[in-house]
């Protein structure tokens, strides 16, 4: 099971950190992506970290804002977020993959963490 948290209302300009935690199962052999959501649009990719976290990979509309980290001895990943923008305003979720190449896309995980909601105020 994974677990996201760290969501919560901030100014625009702000900063969140955002942690993924596994329980359960490791997932220090997966690679861990982070997608966000808002309201009545599709899920979409945000970054996501290789098992060994040698290779990150970042969406355009948050490349230079966003970093994603991981520390496999205690089982997390995590998404600092900075300069935060209304539109990055979604619930933000984490997920698990055993496989890098379409790692950008939703059908290349198989585990999903319940989401946690950011709210960027203007």
């Known amino acids: 099971q994974l677990q996201a948290s760290g969501g919560g209302l901030v100014q625009a300009g702000g900063s969140l950190r955002l942690s993924c935690a596994a329980s359960?199962?490791?997932?220090?052999?997966?690679?861990v992506g982070w997608f966000r959501q808002a309201p009545g649009k599709e899920r979409e990719f945000v970054a996501a970290?290789?098992?060994?976290?040698?290779?990150?990979d970042y969406a355009n509309s948050v490349k230079g804002r966003f970093i994603i980290s991981r520390d496999n001895a205690k089982n997390t990943v995590s998404l600092q977020m900075n300069s935060l923008k209304p539109e990055d305003t979604a619930v933000y979720h984490c997920?698990?993959?055993?496989?890098?190449?379409?790692?950008?896309?939703?059908?290349?995980?198989?585990?999903w963490g319940q989401g946690t909601l950011v709210t960027v105020s203007s």
């Open positions: 997920a698990a993959s055993d496989t890098w190449y379409r790692h950008t896309e939703t059908l290349e995980y198989t585990y």
């Open positions: 359960g199962r490791t997932f220090s052999t997966y690679n």
């Open positions: 970290v290789f098992w060994n976290g040698g290779i990150s």
